[in-house]
């Protein structure tokens, strides 16, 4: 049983997509289509621009959306998966993948997501670090007892937590994290602090936009980063996606349910293999495929 992964923001690279394009007509036809839909070349932007330009929020969920819908595309009738998820920004390509979702209806979304986030994201300065080698609960425990907003983010694999607040509240737990023991607290070169409270003005705005959109029932169950639970059902999906904004992204949690429900290969369509090398943290039996 195989289950396809997608990569969220941060396995961005110069030069992202330039092999597709190069490689298949269809990837071309999708790369135009993506940026005429966007508004603006982005296949010029992943193919050729600077870390900079890729870093901005608006350009990188676009960008390693649309790789991971052509790499998927790509595999034709050999992309059969038993369950899907996404990391964060992931679950898009995910649901694209798995039917839930058309192309542009997804581009679309991701579009307003990103576009929400960076506007929260300048209203509330804010900032995520890093956690390394230092238990969940401990983590967890930290952030809940430190003065102002600093959350747990994204439970990344055993040892690597995503803290998520505002400047002060997240060096103040590094600080605490490090005296507990952490090995490693490295504040993150983001925009802001996706999945915590200060995300809500764009869960608000967000919300508008997914309500004009269908979805369908896809052709496999998804695990979804807010519950690490398979959904099938177009409504509890929406909702869900709707809540990602400002809730914890539950990655660990979301593999061992995969392995749980019988997923013994993983392979990951995208940019990069950060999820390959989280799910090999996660579960040490795991079949990695290219």
């Excluded at 298949?24 to 621009?49: D, R, V, W, Y």
């Amino acid at each position: 049983m195989r289950a396809y992964v997608f990569p969220g923001q941060g396995s961005q690279f110069v030069g992202m997509g330039k092999d597709l394009w190069e490689s298949s007509p269809l990837a071309q036809e999708l790369f135009l289509k993506a940026n005429e839909i966007i508004g603006f070349n982005l296949s010029e932007t992943m193919f050729h621009g600077t870390d900079e330009d890729l870093k901005q929020t608006k350009v990188t969920q676009p960008a390693i959306f649309v790789h991971s819908v052509i790499a998927t595309r790509l595999l034709g009738d050999q992309f059969s998966p038993f369950l899907v998820a996404g990391h964060s920004l992931g679950e898009f390509s995910a649901l694209v993948a798995s039917g839930s979702l058309n192309f542009e209806d997804g581009l679309s979304l991701v579009i307003a997501r990103s576009s929400a986030m960076q506007k929260a994201c300048e209203i509330n300065p804010s900032t995520m670090a890093a956690i390394l080698g230092l238990d969940d609960e401990k983590v967890k425990e930290i952030c809940d007892t430190t003065e102002g907003i600093v959350v747990a983010a994204n439970y990344n694999s055993p040892g690597q937590i995503i803290i998520s607040g505002s400047f002060e509240s997240v060096e103040a737990a590094c600080k605490k994290c490090s005296e507990a023991g952490a090995k490693r607290t490295l504040t993150l070169n983001v925009g802001g602090a996706f999945h915590s409270p200060l995300m809500e003005p764009a869960r608000k705005e967000f919300e508008l936009y997914i309500e004009k959109v269908s979805f369908s029932k896809p052709i496999c169950p998804i695990i979804q980063n807010v519950d690490a639970l398979p959904h099938t059902d177009p409504d509890e999906i929406k909702e869900n996606l709707k809540r990602q904004l400002t809730a914890p992204v539950l990655w660990s949690q979301s593999v061992l349910k995969m392995v749980e429900l019988g997923a013994l290969h993983f392979q990951e369509l995208g940019p990069g293999k950060v999820l390959a090398g989280l799910i090999k943290k996660i579960d040490k039996n795991a079949i990695l495929d290219n």
